[in-house]
């Protein structure tokens, strides 16, 4: 009879929890990402703007002055998304562990209960190859036994015969 674990659902069940996990992980790295590169467009626009001021004309300096403060604080608002975003990413790196961690107990259970499975059928076939051994034995015996009777008794008839 091959081997059937007890819990299989149950780990079945956990290993689709910890790849819907990942792929909760992958979305919020994908996220982080996102919101770095916005944060380096976001800078790059500053410095382009920075040049532009220095090649603008001197009537021109207020406007780049309020354009600048409303990218500097679109950079804290990026930044302050792009945390939360990390944030929200160690947490759900955290759940992945726990998934993995709830997945590698159910497969270390699995395979102690696989061994000893294999170890019982082991000693199962000895027991039973035993048995067959026992009787193999006990019928040569009586074989040997009855040979003997045999013999003996040729001898017999051949000692009363001469």
Known sequence: MPFRYRLQKVLDFRINQK???SMRVQKAQKAVYQAEQDIKKNDQDIVDTKNGM???DPMMYEAYDKFLEHLWQKAEELEAKRQELQRQLDIEVEKLVKCEQAVKVLEKHKEKNKELYIAEEKAAELKQFSE???TRFFKQLQERNAEDEINLLKEIEKIEGI
Do not use: K
């Open 19 to 21: 790849e819907e996990q």
């Open 54 to 56: 220095r090649q603008a």
């Open 132 to 134: 067959l051994g026992v």
